[in-house]
């Protein structure tokens, strides 16, 4: 059974990721907004969703423990698999706006996030923890954040300044419904391959631990993945990025932020190293973004090896 949930899973996975991106582009096109702007809004918010959900669960359960290494695992696969993966596919052409700007908030986020986090180095605390005080603070970054966007959709920065066509992909309606319900068909999907794949990892012998490390890990990415990866072969590249940008930015600011508010985080002390893996990560992807405004195929692979590395390490740690 839990073979036919996966096939099932993944099916939906990339049908619902196609007709999300199709619908999504249309609307954008219909507006005369720039995909860029899409994939830092309602794509990266969409394919986030399923952590945001249950981050925010787990905090109302009482188990906010499990949100920072949501999210800081969730962003490492984000920027190394699901980067990596789509460069290699199609390179990746980064404007300049989302060098000089979108990247620098996402490595700023994640910054604040460890700062937040370090009680016992900064303020001589008994224990580090993300206070709701601190969550707040996440959530004013993530209100500048949006209006920031907002700004953007304001001044209309696309660089292809064309006509709005209102007859482009069908009706309003149909752009609407292809949208929800690709996103709906991604977040189920996403939920049976992650179940489904887990099962099957158990019953191979495979431990609990391993499996959350490696399956759980990237199924929960698996929503970016197919979305970015859907984006760059429709040959809209900045869709893709803005999708991984605006997801990490997403991740951290609102998921943190409203988790937090919700119930304090306490923050393992081994987390600290995958923060800052995080971190390092987003600066070479800044790093990547600036040469020729292009994440090519070399750089891609980079990121995968970066990424199977770091597997590698976490799965000795642990």
Known sequence: MEYILLIVGFVLLIKGADYFVEGASNIAVKLNVSPLLVGLTIV??????????VAI?????????????????????NITVVVGLTALIAPLTVQSETVRKEIPFALLAAIVMMIL????????GG????TRGDGLIILLFFAVFLYYVFEMARKNRSNNVEEVNTDVGE???KNILFTIGGLVAIIIGGEMVVSSATEIALA???SEALVGLTIVAVGTSLPEIMTSVTAAMKGKGDMAIGNVVGSNIFNILFVTGTAATVAPIAAESKLFFDGWVMVALTVLLLIFSRTHFKIGRKEGAVLLVAYVAYLIYIIIRN
């Not at 359960?61 to 490492?76: A, E, M």
């Not at 986090?117 to 001589?124: F, G, I, N, W, Y």
């Open 44 to 53: 990266a918010m969409g394919t986030s969703s399923p952590e945001a959900t």
């Open 204 to 206: 191979l012998g495979m």
């Open 171 to 173: 009706s309003w309606l």
């Open 117 to 124: 986090m370090v009680d016992v180095a900064l303020q001589s």
């Open 127 to 130: 224990e580090n923890i993300i």
């Open 57 to 77: 669960l787990a905090a109302i359960d009482g188990s906010s423990g499990v949100v920072l290494g949501n999210v800081i695992g969730s962003n490492i696969v």
